[in-house]
């Protein structure tokens, strides 16, 4: 068992996801902070100085017992835009990824098309032959 473990372990595609999913926690809480210290105050400023983490729609106020129920509207707005800039860099970087891997093919496909084999070759002088006479 610790053997298959390890086999698993060592395996490219493992050490790719927990590369990734390191990178995607560090990158989240990038983006977080870029919408919630940059975005979110610029987009307050020009909409009428309103902190969107403050606005909610009060259901029952607080009182002695009880803690204030209420839906945080602005929360999800923020937590909105969020995903909607995480999404469109992840769509850049595969963007990115795929046109630096799409050359690389290209170029194989081209050379494997237009070098022919010895018996196409063969055929196209005997076709050639055929022809002339």
Do not use: C
């Given at each position: 068992?610790?053997?298959?473990?390890?086999?698993?372990?060592?395996?490219?595609?493992?050490?790719?996801?927990?590369?990734?999913?390191?990178?995607?926690?560090?990158?989240?809480?990038?983006?977080?902070?870029?919408?919630?210290?940059?975005?979110?105050?610029?987009?307050?400023?020009i909409?009428?100085?309103?902190d969107f983490?403050?606005?909610?729609?009060?259901?029952?106020p607080?009182?002695?017992?009880a803690?204030?129920?209420?839906v945080?509207y602005?929360?999800?707005?923020?937590n909105?835009?969020?995903?909607l800039?995480?999404?469109?860099?992840?769509?850049?970087?595969?963007?990115?990824?795929?046109?630096?891997?799409?050359?690389a093919?290209?170029?194989?496909?081209?050379?494997?098309?237009?070098?022919?084999?010895?018996e196409e070759?063969?055929?196209?002088?005997?076709?050639?032959?055929?022809?002339?006479?």
């Amino acid at each position: 068992m610790f053997k298959e473990f390890k086999e698993f372990i060592s395996k490219g595609n493992v050490m790719d996801l927990a590369v990734g999913v390191i990178i995607g926690a560090a990158f989240g809480k990038i983006v977080t902070s870029l919408v919630d210290d940059v975005i979110m105050p610029i987009i307050g400023i020009i909409l009428g100085k309103i902190d969107f983490s403050n606005l909610k729609i009060i259901i029952t106020p607080a009182t002695k017992t009880a803690p204030e129920a209420a839906v945080k509207y602005g929360l999800f707005i923020q937590n909105v835009v969020n995903f909607l800039i995480m999404a469109f860099v992840i769509f850049l970087m595969v963007k990115f990824v795929n046109k630096l891997r799409k050359p690389a093919s290209e170029a194989v496909e081209e050379v494997t098309e237009v070098i022919p084999t010895k018996e196409e070759t063969l055929l196209a002088e005997i076709r050639d032959i055929l022809k002339n006479k």
